[in-house]
C-alpha cells in the first residue's frame, strides 16, 4: 500500500491541479495533487476543501455559483472562480452532490482524451495524468464551460482596467475576444 502525506486541512492554489475524492474505511477524505509534487491526503472533503478555499478568497462557494451564473448563464455543474487575481478556476466531473465527484483545475489542464471504460485521461501540465470516471463527452462540456468562464471574467477584468487605468491597451481584450469567438463557434458545432 502507497503511503502519502497528510493534511489537516487544505486551501486550493494555484499548484493545486486536482481535488479527488479519496476513501479510507469510512472516511472521506480528499486526495490532492499538487504541480510537480506527489499526491497527498486531506482529512477534508473535496466540496469541503472547494467552499473553504472559496472563503479564503473573499467569497462564499454559493456566491461564486451565483457570479457564474450572472456572467455565463450555466445553470448546471457551474465551474467556480476560487481566486479571480491568481487565475484560479476549477470545474467539477459530476454534480457537486455527487460523492465521485472530482475538481479538476483549468489552468493545469494541459490535454485530454478517451480512455477505456468511459473515462477520460487527463494530462496536467506537468505531465503527470490521471483517468477520471466521467465520460469523454461530458468532462469536455465542463471543460468548455470553464474556459467559457475564464474568458467572461477575463473580459470584464479587462473593462475595469480600460476604465480606471489610460495606459491599458486593448489589444489583450482583443485577444480574449477572439477565445470567445472560438469558443463560440465550437459551441454552435456542437449542437
Known sequence: MEVMNRVDSYIVNTHTMLLEPWTEGMEKKTKVYEKGAQPFITEKQP????????????????????????LTNIRHKPPIVIDPVTGVYFYSTHSDTNPHNHWVSLKHTHNHHVHEGNQTRVLFMDGSEINLPVSYQSFIQQYYKASHLFCRAQFNLDEIREKTEPEYTVERQANRLMIMEYLNRVERKRM
Open 47 to 70: 466540496q469541503e476543501i472547494i467552499q473553504s478555499s472559496c472563503l479564503y478568497f473573499l467569497s462564499s462557494y454559493e456566491g461564486r455559483k451565483l457570479s457564474t451564473k450572472s
